[in-house]
């Protein structure tokens, strides 16, 4: 028995043309935000409808039976989206949110690295061992992130589920799915929108797409 998850990151958030960690700040969808999962959410809806292998190199063969999302307004807005060729409403999670980034939230990168310059390069370097100031550890997030995965996948056995979050968030079921050591997190990269595609053979993972996007 195979259950597949749609692992999808919300679109682009306002204010998304200057990087910084938004992290738990509720910040809304952008319109171009919007216009990327109403493609991608075509494009599954498109994928569900059809038998043959399409371009995201796997099968679904049947619609999406439900859609989870963090609580935070750019992943629930995403969700519903997502969900809504299927009349589906979408179910909240709390532990799927993004990560803490503590005393960095808001700030860009560039003014982190003027006023923790010391810290900042310990955390790019080696995010697990090093964490976001009074923010979440990497391994705090994991286990939050893994026991919800645990729990969706528990309740949605054989079927294919939908879960829309955060980059963080993204990056650690990627690494725990492929095995990839914590502390190269930032290795794999999830854009705005982006879609990961993972099937569960009897706990087995494979990854059969890993953040593809559709363009305009």
């Keep these: 028995m195979v259950t597949t998850v749609y692992l999808i990151r919300h679109g682009e958030t306002e204010g998304a043309e200057i990087k910084r960690y938004k992290g738990t700040l509720d910040v809304p969808l952008s319109e171009k935000g919007t216009g990327q999962i109403e493609r991608l959410s075509q494009y599954l ?3 569900s409808n059809t038998n043959r292998v399409a371009e995201a190199f796997t099968n679904p063969g049947m619609a999406l039976t439900a859609v989870y999302c963090s609580d935070l307004s750019r992943a629930q807005k995403s969700a519903e989206i997502i969900a809504r060729p299927y009349s589906l409403i979408p179910k909240v999670v709390p532990a799927l949110r993004e990560r803490s980034f503590g005393l960095w939230e808001g700030m860009s990168f560039d003014e ?3 006023q923790y310059p010391d810290e900042f390069n310990a955390w790019a370097g080696n995010p697990l061992e090093f964490s976001p100031m009074n923010g979440e550890t990497t391994l ?6 893994i026991d919800a995965l645990e729990m969706i996948l528990r309740s949605n056995a054989g079927e294919h589920v939908a879960v829309v979050a955060h980059g963080g968030v993204n990056r650690i079921v990627l690494c725990h799915v492929l095995g990839i050591p914590l502390q190269n997190i930032f290795r794999v990269d999830q854009d705005f929108a982006a879609l990961n595609i993972i099937e569960f053979w009897d706990r087995y993972p494979v990854v059969k797409l890993l953040n593809g996007t559709i363009r305009e």
């Design 140 to 145: 705090e997030v994991r286990d939050r992130v």
């Design 45 to 47: 809806f498109k994928l």
């Design 112 to 114: 982190i690295r003027e």
